[in-house]
């Protein structure tokens, strides 16, 4: 079970959000950079980035800070980036820049034809976020709720040829609440390929009931609030999930 932490990113800083709502941001870091840096030292094996501004623009636009990251990291792990990609030359942009992953999710919803040319000009490298309340599928920075059934979803773009999918129970993101572990197994079970769980990881507990279900698919998860503000240490729960994995 990987453990992948966050690195939100608004105005060039890094932040944490209250169930997505922009004007719920606190600020942890004025260094996306150096935050990054404490994370690699902290043994973390991938990062996730999300441009915040760029999901509501339509476009990137922490670039910068992105770069940054880039340079700290190097070729020592993977790194991850959702928020804002709508189009091939934004992803080709992007995998240029040494990134390893994008990852789509309005876009996927909006307009499936463009997930299916990103996959197929982009093999290995593109990930879907589904953002799900109650099993529905919200997008637009979670704004609009739509009638589409995230298994469904899931199911579909997976023959598209994602690498994987990112599920996150909107209700439950940056509120320290738990992650939503049944209904993250429910799509899990569906699919072939690797779910990552998001959305309100708080505690060793949810690491053990996460690694108790990594054989139906769920590999990893991804960490936000919980080891900013101290409820999680990221050491001890990524050890403690390796010493699981065995």
């Not at 800083?13 to 990054?36: H, I, N, W, Y």
């Not at 995230?150 to 209700?171: A, H, M, N, P, R």
């Not at 054989?215 to 991804?222: F, K, L, P, Q, R």
Request: glycine content about 12%; charged content about 25%.
């Amino acid at each position: 079970m990987l453990i992948i932490p966050a690195i939100d990113l608004k105005d060039g800083q890094c932040v944490r959000l209250k169930q997505g709502l922009m004007e719920q941001a606190t600020v942890f870091s004025d260094s996306p950079s150096e935050m990054a840096r404490h994370w690699v030292a902290q043994g973390a094996r991938r990062l996730h980035l999300v441009d915040l501004n760029g999901a509501f623009a339509g476009k990137p636009k922490n670039e910068s800070a992105i770069k940054a990251i880039l340079r700290v990291v190097g070729n020592d792990i993977p790194v991850q980036l959702g928020g804002g990609i709508r189009d091939l030359d934004t992803i080709e942009r992007c995998l240029d820049d040494g990134l390893t992953y994008v990852i789509i999710g309005t876009a996927a919803v909006k307009n499936p034809g463009f997930l299916h040319d990103a996959c197929t000009a982009f093999p290995g490298h593109i990930i879907v976020g589904l953002d799900a309340r109650d099993g529905k599928v919200a997008t637009d920075g979670w704004s609009k709720l739509t009638g589409h059934d995230v298994v469904d979803l899931g199911k579909k773009f997976e023959d598209y040829g994602v690498e994987s999918i990112i599920y996150t129970d909107i209700g439950r993101d940056g509120m320290l609440s738990g992650i939503n572990i049944e209904a993250t197994v429910r799509l899990a079970q569906a699919l072939t390929i690797p779910v990552i769980a998001s959305g309100g990881l708080s505690r060793l507990e949810d690491i053990k009931a996460l690694c108790e279900v990594e054989g139906e698919g769920v590999v990893a998860t991804i960490a936000g609030r919980a080891v900013y503000d101290g409820s999680l240490d990221f050491k001890t729960a990524q050890k403690m999930a390796d010493e699981l994995g065995r």
